[in-house]
């Protein structure tokens, strides 16, 4: 069993949680344990971004470099942002 640790946060804070946590079906430790291992560390996301271009370069062939994946466009994250917008303006719609 992992050992607890205590963390201070606003009441507002804690009560919120607390809430989301109940209608989650979870206690308030659960869902602090789920929101961290959401949450990637700067390294890990680095980690991600090295395996990805490695895919790219690998499977996919492109010979590219790191300075060229850097000066690319976002393409999913402009995806992601247009799903966004259109679901924000149906829910708009539907209320």
Not at 27 to 38: D, I, P, R, S
Not at 66 to 86: M, Q, S, T
């Amino acid at each position: 069993m992992a050992e607890n640790a205590t963390i201070q946060v606003s009441r507002q804070a804690r009560d919120h949680l607390a809430q989301v946590a109940k209608e989650r079906g979870v206690t308030l430790g659960q869902l602090v344990e789920q929101l961290a291992a959401e949450q990637p560390t700067a390294e890990q996301i680095a980690e991600r971004v090295a395996a990805d271009r490695k895919v790219v370069r690998d499977v996919i062939g492109l010979d590219i470099s790191d300075e060229e994946f850097d000066r690319a466009p976002d393409v999913l994250g402009n995806i992601y942002k247009v799903a966004a917008e259109k679901v924000r303006r149906a829910r708009g719609a539907a209320a």
